[in-house]
């Protein structure tokens, strides 16, 4: 994806701490919805900005007090893109979908929800650790 | 910063127990939704409404957390209702699973009477 | 002032667009609730959060697209926090209240409410050439 | 970006004329509310309300729009009244001193009736 020259860009730098993920739930609703987005696909994009926000905050991050947490959005050709950065070195593993039946029967740890709800409620995402350092997850929603 | 346990209240319609939680569902309502659950327990329940707010925020953190108590319901072979949630976590429920092993419905009312 | 290590500062970089302090508005209202602000102290703090950030974006960055305005809040010391920046010089004039029978009499032009609502709204007020280049406008709502 | 003018219903009730306001009171409401205003003009009003939805964002933007209409009212000699806004926009326009040149109701039923 070429930088290409929007004057809609917003930029938020969150404090390396679970909650915050709030703020940024609230800003993008609202510029989703000037933008145009539906009330349902909206709630989708609280939730992946959420759960990007928290992974970079505890994974990323490793949950130093003094990291931040940037989150970039913009619309360009009728498509939100959210661009969550954290200083860390991106994924170790394979993340796999969780398996519930394996949770319930406690074979599997509850974890993994976050990865599964972004790739499944986003229209596209890629996860880039970045040649300067830090890592991004790039999520994308289309306004039609 | 808010970050507190969620208010629960627990009552009794008749051989159905309603966890009334208040507030958002995230890692950090761990340690108050397992306590109810306990105190839900010592009633010697077998059908559990867990009854959230609509408004409520919830997370992957509040999934797990939920996921857990559902892992205690299905060991003790209780029967689960979650109620109120909006129609933006009915779906996340769905994908994620957990309308396997509770049932949803739109009111805690409506929970009980399907329930008992 | 002095700065203080506060970790819960959050910073929102805005478009010189009239409509994106909504976005501002927005982010302040869930982080001011997060740190149990009450529900009528938080409409004043959208609205002195609102008009600072379209000064900004008017007065401060006369309008041009390409600047940016930068607003950054916090907590300390049981008060909400809130600078807006522009590249601006700041005031080049006193401000005088607003005076709406001579307004309604078609004496003096309907201006002068965005400065009127913020010093009438906030706890405490500041507008501040910055030594740097810049004007920011610090505003504090306390808590309880 | 929807930065749309507002869609504006003008509506007879009696002697009244309600202009029915959707959408956030601005600097980008000023077209449409002069517009809509000329309009009810035409019907030869005496009493206005100004229905405005009480979840609009109104800003001094929007405020210098609403004086103006008040100040083509005031040398008309029309009767006034704004209703729907909430609280905290209730609160500003007595602080900026509409209150002098509107009345306020809740409702635009209430507000019909008062001015009827
Ligand atoms: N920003 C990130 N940086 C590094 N690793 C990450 C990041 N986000 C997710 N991960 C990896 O993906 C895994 C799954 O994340 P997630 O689905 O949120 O579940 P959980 O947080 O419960 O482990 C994490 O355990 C971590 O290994
Ligand atoms: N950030 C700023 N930079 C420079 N001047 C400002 C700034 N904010 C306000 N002002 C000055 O204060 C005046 C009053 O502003 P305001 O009360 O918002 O009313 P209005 O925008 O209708 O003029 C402006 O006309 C401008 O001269």
Known sequence: ?144 | MQQSANQIHIKSRGDVTVLDIRGDITAFSESSLEEAYQKANARDTAKLVLQIEKEAYINSGGIAVLIQILTHTQRSGQRVAISGISEHFKKIFKMVGITKFAEIYDSPEAAVQNLG
Request: aromatic share 4%; charged share 25%; glycine share 6%.
């Open chain 1, 1 to 144: 994806m070429q930088p290409e020259p929007v004057n809609n860009r917003v930029k938020i730098v969150l404090p390396n701490t679970l909650g915050y993920e709030r703020v940024a739930m609230a800003s993008l609703a609202s510029f989703a919805k000037m933008h145009g987005l539906s009330a349902d696909r909206i709630e989708d994009l609280k939730t992946i900005v959420a759960e990007a926000a928290i992974n970079a905050m505890q994974h990323g991050n490793c949950g130093r007090p003094d990291a931040r947490v940037t989150i970039v959005f913009k619309v360009a050709d009728n498509t939100i893109n959210v661009k969550v950065t954290d200083d860390g070195n991106g994924f170790n593993k394979e993340v796999k979908d969780p398996d519930i039946d394996r949770i319930i029967a406690m074979l599997d740890k509850p974890v993994g929800f976050g990865v599964f709800l972004i790739r499944n409620l986003a229209d596209r995402v890629e996860f880039k650790t970045l040649p300067e350092g830090g890592h991004v997850v790039e999520m994308l929603i289309s306004i039609n």
